[in-house]
């Protein structure tokens, strides 16, 4: 018996997975089912262990109460919604999902429905950034929190009230997670990012100070939104008494329960406008201290520790009930780290914007100056810029945080320099998260805009593989269970800054007759011309309709009046996005050809007219896939393009499902009668982690598959010797071409776009 289920289990779990003890413990779970049971837990075992041995056995844990209300062909659908929590959120929401099996899965699948985040957005996010002034992102999540950068939602919302009812629940939570980002309880205004997490870690037992911390500050929000939002509070009323109603805490008096439940009752009866129930003498100090506290984060502090200590004195202790549902999770690291990715992204903003406000004559004067001298920055302020409104007689007026009252001018070299509105706000955020815009910044920006006069055309964009924008996640397939492994990818778009050389000159001189020729075929290209039939005026008489018209009044009925052929001649109206592998394998003959191929394809397109883009794609491992901006589709072909084609050089490997996804979305973006997505590659998709063979081929013909769906046409020109094997399983077998000689690649390329356009 042992050995036939070791056996089975060996089929998914290679025996070198496990260690004794693992093995005996998945075989005492899986011995008290029946074997059509267990072949499907074997199954499934096979899709997560992979992924997360942990969660292995808290699935195999919970098996038992899952199939007391799940059938054997439920599981693998409950295994996917494992999975997708796991991966978005992390072990413990992964457990806390498996948990609740009837609120998290029973009931979508029993059709009980109802208001999908997705649903929702349309409304809800105007909403959100008209209250932050923000560009604050919404998400769905099995866990309730923000970073500050995005609140993560529930991805659905089932009360049994009304749907109404269901986005209000939506717009509460929302406002919650607001509140606590403009109330600072992330310590975002303190200079270290680090001032909460290490307060935190003073304490012995972190999660009871985090509780109290959460507590306290929910108190603080309640209070901030009652004033700000008294409307959406009001509307609540009801939705809080019933749960403090249904949590045992209507009836709380001083002494009867601890603080922590004293508390709770008190911030519901605040949300609900009933009566505050009476607080001891030391708890209602702390109280008032919290809501006096205002942004000073240390009063909170001093009151968290009292809160904590009263706690602690507590008799064998007791166990945190889970946050109320409107609180979220406090996420204190996914804060810090996004402050820090959003300082990075400010940083780069206003270099960039300020290197282009500043005229050439500020800068003129630092030609002529020592050698030593000339990286020095311009007169700031000691600790920074001075960066706030200025009266006209050149005194600060005090700051403010309205739009309209963003920073309009900087002291530079003794001049007041005027700063278009984009930089106002961008320098406006920087003094909220720092204070003032550091010296550096200044700076930077004006080394650049130096350079810039120093040497006219040269580019100030931040150097190769600076990104330009924090990253954008993307899901990938899992062809294992059927499902994606939600925002699993990190992508990055990085600007390829152009070289000075002579490659395009050079594949100019090279293939001078073949331009010529190509540019004659694509100017033919340039109208189509077909006949509409059946037209009430034209060029010539329709055959067809005259011979049914005829029969008509043969047969006493009315004829048709439209007889006629008309020659339409049609304008082009067609966007090719071609996608470049610029992977390590590339280099030499491939990299070169490739690079080739787009100057001749550019060449010939600039006659024709079409819309055209072209990006490079390369990277390494799920959290660094990149895509490199060559040319979009609003910029003409020039000098700078073509820099940027010399410029393309092998990077990484070839992860090829997220740039195909992006690239997806970017195009359905595009008006355009016929939609292209063109692939040049040598290679199947590859990645250093596990981004390889079938995973990786499913997850990219996944990908092409959204495309198509999303009306988009991809294509694939390879120079693999082994693409026959895999490419028309991925593209189609009428969606590739393969080219066996490297060499005719520039000539094949454009030939290829020729005959899909015609």
Known sequence: MASGLAARLQQVIPVDWLNDWERDEIFSHLARYEPLVEKAVIEQLGIIWPISSALCFDFLGHLKNGLACLSTEQLPDWVKGILEVYEADGLQAARRY??????????????????????????????????????????????????????????????????????????????????????????????????????????????????????????????????????????????????????????????????????????????????????????????????????????????????????????????????????????????????????????????????????????????????????????????????????????????????????????LDDEQLGLPEELRHIAREIEDDLGEVPSFYIASASQIAGGRGRAPGKSIEPEEGLPLQGGLLYDEWDFRRRGFRKSWCTLIEKRITPARATFVSNTMEKYRGQILQLKRQFEMMQTQQRFMKRQKDGDDIDLDALTEAYADVRAGLVPSERLFVRLQRDERDIAALFLVDMSSSTEGWVGTALKESLVLLSEALHSLGDRYAIYGFSGMRRSRSEIFHVKDFTEPYSEEIKGRIAAISPMDYTRMGPPIRHFTKVLKDVDARARLLIILTDGKPEDYDDYKGEYAIEDTRHALIEAKAAGIHPFCISIDKEAQDYLGHLFGEINYTFINDVKNLPLRVPEIYRILTS
Request: one cysteine or more; proline letters at 7%.
């Open 98 to 411: 498996i948990d609740d099996v009837e609120s998290n899965f029973l009931c979508s699948i029993r059709g009980e429905k109802g208001l999908t985040l997705a649903e929702i957005i349309p409304r809800l996010l105007p909403y959100i950034r008209g209250l932050s002034r923000r560009t604050l992102d919404l998400q769905p999540s099995a866990s309730l929190y923000t970073d500050t950068n995005i609140l993560f939602l529930p991805l659905e919302i089932i009360a049994p009230v009304n749907l109404s009812h269901n986005f209000y629940i939506y717009k509460l939570l929302a406002s919650f997670l607001w509140a606590g980002i403009e109330k600072d309880i992330y310590c975002q205004q303190q200079t270290d990012p680090e001032t909460l997490e290490s307060f935190f870690l003073s304490f012995e037992d972190q999660q009871l100070v985090m509780a109290c911390y959460h507590l306290l500050q929910t108190v603080r929000v309640a209070d901030f939104l009652k004033a700000y939002l008294p409307g959406l509070m009001r509307d609540g009323q009801t939705l809080f008494r019933r749960l403090r109603k249904d949590i045992g805490l209507a009836d709380i008096s001083p002494g009867a329960g601890d603080d922590f439940t004293t508390v709770r009752s008190w911030l519901l009866a605040l949300c609900a406008d009933d009566p505050l129930p009476e607080l001891s003498g030391e708890t209602e100090s702390m109280i008032r201290k919290v809501l006096a506290a205002d942004t000073h984060y240390k009063e909170v502090f001093t009151a968290t520790t009292s809160f904590y200590e009263s706690m602690r004195c507590r008799q064998g202790g007791f166990p945190l009930p889970r946050p109320l549902f409107f609180q979220g999770d406090l996420r204190p690291r996914e804060a810090r780290l996004a402050r820090l990715s959003r300082r990075q992204e400010h940083k780069q903003q206003f270099i960039k914007a300020m290197a282009a406000a500043i005229p050439p004559q500020s800068t003129a004067g630092q030609k002529d100056t020592e050698p030593e001298e000339k990286n020095q920055a311009p007169s700031v302020s000691e600790n920074g810029a001075i960066l706030s409104p200025m009266r006209q007689d050149g005194k600060k007026e005090k700051p403010a945080t309205d739009k309209e009252n963003d920073p309009h001018y900087i002291c």
